[in-house]
T-cell receptor
Framework: AQTVTQSQPEMSVQEAETVTLSCTYDTSESDYYLFWYKQPPSRQMILVIRQEAYKQQNATENRFSVNFQKAAKSFSLKISDSQLGDAAMYFCAYRRMDNYGQNFVFGPGTRLSVLP | GAVVSQHPSWVICKSGTSVKIECRSLDFQATTMFWYRQFPKQSLMLMATSNEGSKATYEQGVEKDKFLINHASLTLSTLTVTSAHPEDSSFYIC??????????FGPGTRLTVL
């Protein structure tokens, strides 16, 4: 079974600074998806960024980028120019690519605080 | 992105009663819907996978007679918590999958059992 680990229960960053959230996972599959989701106090899950495992290029979405190291099974999220609105729980998630077992496997989450 | 709604967003019920939570895909047909449960300050844990027109597949440890799932159409799945008890109080989140495997989350339902 796949597992996702986030070793940082809490992180804080100064506004306008950069922060990196860590994620490691375990799988025997060669093709899969990896995601970072943000969950603000409203509890709505918001997709931040997505990476297909077969793509070597790291995904980027504006201020958000990932460092995907497939061999090391590592998938960290870098938030640049942090904003107060970035404060939330961040979940790293794995999902299979085939049509079987398409559910997400979530990590335990990292609570990010942004200090003004 | 596509829109997934949940109703109600918050429900309070007495112990022993049943509560139904709806999950709707508003602008696409969902081949598969998933139900997750999230306890305070914890991650989302998959409860069951629901395919339209067939029985739901439950994760280990989830009581299928307590958490009834019905996926009657391509846009609606319901989760019924039967004979609810205080330990069932939690945040329930659904996600809906398009045929191209894109998935979208609903806003969640907070259940409080007194």
């Amino acid at each position: 079974a796949q597992t996702v680990t986030q070793s940082q229960p809490e992180m804080s960053v100064q506004e306008a600074e950069t922060v990196t959230l860590s994620c490691t996972y375990d799988t025997s599959e060669s093709d899969y998806y990896l995601f970072w989701y943000k969950q603000p106090p409203s509890r709505q899950m918001i997709l931040v960024i997505r990476q297909e495992a077969y793509k070597q290029q790291n995904a980027t979405e504006n201020r958000f980028s990932v460092n995907f190291q497939k061999a090391a099974k590592s998938f960290s999220l870098k938030i640049s120019d942090s904003q107060l609105g970035d404060a939330a729980m961040y979940f790293c998630a794995y999902r299979r690519m085939d049509n079987y077992g398409q559910n997400f496997v979530f990590g335990p989450g990292t609570r990010l605080s942004v200090l003004p | 992105g596509a829109v997934v709604s949940q109703h109600p967003s918050w429900v309070i019920c007495k112990s022993g009663t049943s509560v139904k939570i709806e999950c709707r895909s508003l602008d696409f047909q969902a081949t598969t819907m998933f139900w997750y449960r999230q306890f305070p300050k914890q991650s989302l844990m998959l409860m069951a996978t629901s395919n339209e027109g067939s029985k739901a597949t439950y994760e280990q440890g989830v009581e299928k007679d307590k958490f009834l799932i019905n996926h009657a159409s391509l846009t609606l799945s319901t989760l019924t918590v039967t004979s609810a008890h205080p330990e069932d109080s939690s945040f329930y989140i659904c996600s809906a999958s398009r045929p191209n495997n894109e998935q979208f989350f609903g806003p969640g339902t907070r259940l409080t059992v007194l």
